[in-house]
């Protein structure tokens, strides 16, 4: 892609940005689509994020996104926060409006998106959430309307407790419930949707599993592990020893960057340009 006068820009903020894939994401939907737009990560001090807003304003900068460690600290400085992002709590994605920047919460749509794509689908299912940190809080509100039931499972059982009685005051009903992680010996269903959103298994640590007991995963019917890196999880390992489907976290991070690149962009990208896009990761790791 030619960059000209007319190129527009977008990146990330974050700290640190030098393993992101979100460059490989928009670069690569941008020559799909012909879109002129180049997108660039841009490292930012936690106390440097209110220049960095202020600055990409002033920039003209079109949209971007957010990662850790500023996904709650950047909302002060929004002037307006979509409906699903205020109830999450966090944003991972600026539209720039008249007024100033828009903050939309795209991972959990992603990761919904994702589902959707490998013929997963939430309506009704026994979720059992693993973790009960930023991630598995969000994929909790997100689901709460959809699910039939949540059981979340979390080291910290407090912070599981937390999650479950706020999706429940959202979801006016007791969709969710908290145990602690050596409880899981006491789970009465066989056929769970499993989603794995603590960071144990990440690379470099890919021998590591929240849970190695083998009889917990003849309760998996589908494991989805939110971890991309490795590409197989010894969670999704022991899911498909115990005869259940295993996905990885890929998908959810093509989705919720598709999403923002919809956003910025006011287009719809298909599903032969998301397979492309989805290749060049797949390639990159
Ligand atoms: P976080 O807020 O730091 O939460 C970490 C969670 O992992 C907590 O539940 C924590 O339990 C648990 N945990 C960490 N180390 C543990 C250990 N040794 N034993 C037991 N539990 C442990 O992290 P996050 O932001 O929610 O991210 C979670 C995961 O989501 C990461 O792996 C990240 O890669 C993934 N993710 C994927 C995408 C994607 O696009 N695919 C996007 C965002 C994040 P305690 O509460 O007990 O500390």
């Known amino acids: 892609m030619e960059i000209n006068g007319l190129t527009r820009t977008c990146g990330l903020l974050g700290n640190p940005v030098e393993h992101t894939l979100s460059p490989a994401i928009h670069n690569t939907l941008a ?33 971007l ?16 926060v979509d409906e699903l992002a205020e109830k999450i709590g966090a944003v991972n ?63 910290t059982v407090e912070r ?8 429940n005051a959202y979801a006016g009903r007791r969709v969710a419930t908290a145990l ?5 010996t006491s789970l009465p269903d066989k056929d769970y949707l499993t989603i794995q959103a603590t960071n144990v298994g990440m690379y470099p640590d890919t021998e590591k599993v929240l849970i190695s007991d083998m009889d917990f995963y003849e309760k998996i019917r589908v494991g989805y592990d939110l971890i991309y890196n490795p590409g ?23 989705y919720q960057g598709i999403i923002a690149f ?12 998301a397979a492309v896009v989805y290749r060049k990761l797949l390639n990159g790791l």
């Open 31 to 63: 020559e799909l689509t012909g879109i002129n737009l180049t997108y660039l990560p841009f490292l930012v001090e936690k106390e440097k994020l209110g220049d960095a807003v202020q600055g990409a304003r002033a920039l003209h900068i079109l949209g």
């Open 65 to 80: 996104n957010v990662t850790v460690p500023h996904k709650e600290k950047i909302l002060p400085f929004l002037t307006a």
């Open 93 to 155: 994605t600026l539209v720039s409006t008249e007024d100033g920047y828009k903050g939309y919460n795209t991972d959990m749509p992603g990761l919904y998106r994702a589902m959707a794509s490998d013929g997963i689908s939430v309506e009704g299912e026994k979720i059992l959430l693993l973790g009960a940190g930023g991630v598995a809080r969000a994929v909790a509100v997100m689901l709460c309307d959809k699910a039939g039931q949540i059981t979340i499972l979390n080291r």
């Open 160 to 167: 599981a407790a937390a999650i479950a009685e706020e999706v």
């Open 180 to 184: 602690a992680l050596e409880q899981y």
């Open 232 to 254: 197989e999880t010894r969670f999704m390992r022991q899911v498909k020893a115990a005869g259940g489907e295993a996905y990885n976290g890929l998908k959810m991070l093509l």
């Open 262 to 273: 919809e956003l910025w962009n006011d287009c719809k990208i298909t599903e032969e340009q």
